[in-house]
């Protein structure tokens, strides 16, 4: 099959993936920019293989402990992997200026007394410096997924975006990147890359060609 896939935001709506996955059987492999797990933090099975970065909303103890259902693949901050002959990267979590210096090994995440409250409380939703500079040296990516932006990315008159998916842009130069978060579709340049904000899972989804990268948005 001369396609794969990329998912935007899931958050729970395990629905969806189901009916685009049995929509394209053929499709071998699918990408997705973060926010899998539903508000309580859990995790379905899919139908085909899913390779997913972290988003701010996901159930980091299951991650952490490799718990996670059939096809579910989490793609760590800095690290390279071949799919099928398809080189990606990621850099998941959003941004914390707080927390940007700390190791991501020492992220804290204490138990509250209420799963939102400890939701809140777990910093794992973020990414590092560390994690940034090992983006930066990474080399022949075909597809770089984030979670948050590149800048500019304007919400009404704030820039939403993150200079570090710009400068991770710049010294990674991918052929393709891919971004979520914001749940809205958007096609630009950054760093002289190609830039798709992807929407909600339900609202739209892309096929992307093995050989040139091109893609088609299918709603």
Same mark, same amino acid.
């Given at each position: 099959? !001369?396609?794969?896939?990329?998912?935007?935001?899931?958050?729970?709506?395990?629905?969806? %993936?189901?009916?685009?996955?049995?929509?394209?059987?053929?499709? !071998?492999?699918?990408?997705?920019?973060?926010?899998?797990?539903?508000?309580?933090?859990?995790? @379905?099975?899919?139908?085909?293989?899913?390779?997913?970065?972290?988003?701010?909303?996901?159930?980091?103890?299951?991650?952490?402990?490799?718990?996670?259902?059939?096809?579910?693949?989490?793609?760590?901050?800095?690290?390279?992997?071949?799919?099928?002959?398809?080189?990606?990267?990621?850099?998941?979590?959003?941004?914390?200026?707080?927390?940007?210096?700390?190791?991501?090994?020492?992220?804290?995440?204490?138990?509250?007394?209420?799963? #939102?409250?400890?939701?809140?409380?777990?910093? #794992?939703?973020?990414?590092?410096? @560390? @994690?940034?500079?090992?983006?930066?040296?990474?080399?022949?990516?075909?597809?770089?997924?984030?979670?948050?932006?590149? #800048?500019?990315?304007?919400?009404?008159?704030?820039?939403?975006?993150?200079?570090?998916?710009?400068?991770?842009?710049?010294?990674?130069?991918?052929?393709?990147?891919?971004?979520?978060?914001?749940?809205?579709?958007?096609?630009? *340049? #950054?760093?002289?890359?190609?830039? %798709?904000?992807?929407?909600?899972?339900?609202?739209?989804?892309?096929?992307?060609?093995?050989?040139?990268?091109?893609?088609?948005?299918? *709603?």
């Amino acid at each position: 099959m !001369p396609h794969f896939g990329a998912l935007g935001d899931i958050h729970g709506d395990v629905a969806s %993936v189901h009916r685009i996955m049995s929509r394209h059987p053929d499709v !071998p492999f699918w990408l997705c920019v973060g926010d899998v797990a539903n508000d309580e933090g859990e995790y @379905e099975p899919v139908p085909a293989p899913l390779y997913w970065i972290k988003g701010n909303n996901e159930g980091f103890d299951a991650i952490a402990a490799g718990n996670l259902p059939p096809n579910l693949n989490v793609l760590f901050n800095g690290q390279a992997r071949d799919i099928e002959g398809i080189r990606v990267a990621g850099l998941g979590g959003t941004f914390a200026p707080s927390w940007y210096e700390t190791a991501a090994a020492d992220l804290p995440h204490p138990q509250k007394g209420t799963r #939102r409250a400890t939701g809140i409380a777990d910093k #794992r939703r973020h990414f590092v410096r @560390e @994690e940034v500079e090992a983006c930066k040296a990474l080399l022949g990516i075909d597809v770089f997924l984030t979670h948050e932006a590149p #800048r500019p990315f304007r919400v009404g008159r704030v820039d939403a975006g993150n200079t570090s998916v710009n400068e991770v842009l710049a010294a990674m130069a991918p052929r393709l990147h891919l971004f979520g978060h914001h749940h809205r579709f958007s096609e630009e *340049s #950054r760093q002289g890359v190609t830039s %798709v904000g992807l929407d909600l899972v339900g609202n739209s989804y892309l096929l992307i060609h093995r050989a040139t990268l091109e893609y088609e948005r299918k *709603s």
